[in-house]
């Protein structure tokens, strides 16, 4: 008996299997017939017959300071706080306000009046406080396991942040105040806004921007209620592709991989782009920062690039590009898969068709 079933087996495992599981292991990638392009979220890749990892979504990788020309930066050796040596002509690594701790963020944001960090993870965010000579890890000032984190920004002369994140295909708010020592939750509202990208405080109010990938939505906190209202008039329409954006009080640095604008909001609702404000054509963008109080922005690039346009409000005119190339950004760059180095298309929702 023991015999026949083993011969059973046997002669069950030799058998070949269907036709699409074997399609899927002996496809070469140089087109997508045999993919089922609506579930997959792998790249396809035809030109080198490769399949590609997702980009991460890391629409604040990158926050300007407002004083001086600096800007904080996620990589995977820490949070780097860089500001600029107009002796050296090259950006220096502040190594007191950064944070060499904090190695899996995805976003970070910056108290403007104290360089205090707020930095966001996959499913957490984390308050990181300077105690006089460097930037302390309080395990008291941490929260994991808060959702889908996609943004962060944060309040000026005060210990909170506001945190956007993905429930289902909707906007969900947090907000978190470390004021007492603690990080307190003291807010959190679902929304119907679809397709979230990234949110910003509305400088020197509770109100807040949230950007999809085709909208700027305007946000008022009613006092009354302790939550948030969509103001209509305000919203911003036509855009396209978005990735990332950046708020001031009524100017939005907008990104998509290639294009890059700065949006003035409008005196009779909406707003539009100002070509000789924006930057333009750009390659493989997916974080974007807008300098507070100014025009200035900073964006980073697929190709391990942090471009820093000054722009001379007097001259009008843009005083050039400062460009540095980085290492290991947590978000940038690509894990290529080849199909002779591992069966593992199932980690990228690689679906065949049957």
Not at 149 to 171: F, P, Q, R, T
Not at 313 to 339: E, H
């Amino acid at each position: 008996m023991v015999y026949r079933y083993l011969l059973l087996m046997f002669f069950l495992l030799s058998l070949p299997g269907p036709a699409w599981a074997l399609t899927v292991f002996e496809d070469d990638f140089n087109n997508s017939i045999n993919v089922d392009m609506i579930k997959t979220t792998a790249i396809i890749d035809t030109s080198d017959s490769s399949v590609k990892l997702p980009t991460m979504s890391t629409p604040n990788a990158i926050a300007m300071s407002k004083y001086g020309d600096g800007y904080a930066i996620v990589t995977k050796t820490g949070i780097l706080v860089n500001e600029y040596d107009d002796a050296t002509g090259a950006a220096e690594i502040n190594t007191a306000f950064s944070c060499p701790f904090i190695t899996d963020a995805i976003g970070v944001a910056i108290r403007q009046d104290n360089l205090n960090l707020w930095a966001i993870r996959q499913d957490g965010v984390q308050y990181a406080k300077f105690n006089g000579s460097a930037m302390a890890d309080d395990p008291a000032l941490k929260a994991s396991g808060i959702g889908q984190v996609l943004s962060v920004d944060a309040w000026e002369n005060n210990d909170k942040a506001v945190v956007l994140l993905k429930n289902g295909n909707n906007a969900q708010l947090k907000v978190f105040n470390a004021q007492s020592g603690t990080l307190v939750n003291e807010l959190t509202q679902n929304s119907a806004i679809q397709d979230p990208v990234a949110v910003s405080i509305v400088k020197g109010t509770a109100d807040l921007r949230v950007t999809t990938k085709d909208s700027i939505y305007y946000l008022m906190y009613d006092d009354g209620t302790g939550q948030y209202i969509e103001d209509p008039a305000k919203k911003v329409t036509g855009l396209s592709g978005i990735v990332s954006s950046s708020s001031d009080d009524s100017t939005h640095a907008v990104t998509s991989n290639t294009n890059a604008q700065l949006i003035f909001d409008s005196d009779t609702g909406g707003g539009a782009a100002v070509g000789a404000y924006s930057i333009g054509s750009v390659s493989g963008a997916f974080a974007i920062s807008l300098k507070p109080g100014s025009y200035d922005q900073a964006l980073v690039t697929a190709a391990g690039e942090v471009q820093y346009l000054r722009y001379d409000d007097a001259a009008g005119r843009w005083l050039g590009t400062l460009q540095w190339n980085l290492q290991d950004c947590n978000s940038w760059g690509a894990i290529w898969l080849r199909r002779n180095i591992g069966l593992k298309y199932s980690l990228l929702q690689l679906n065949m068709k049957k």
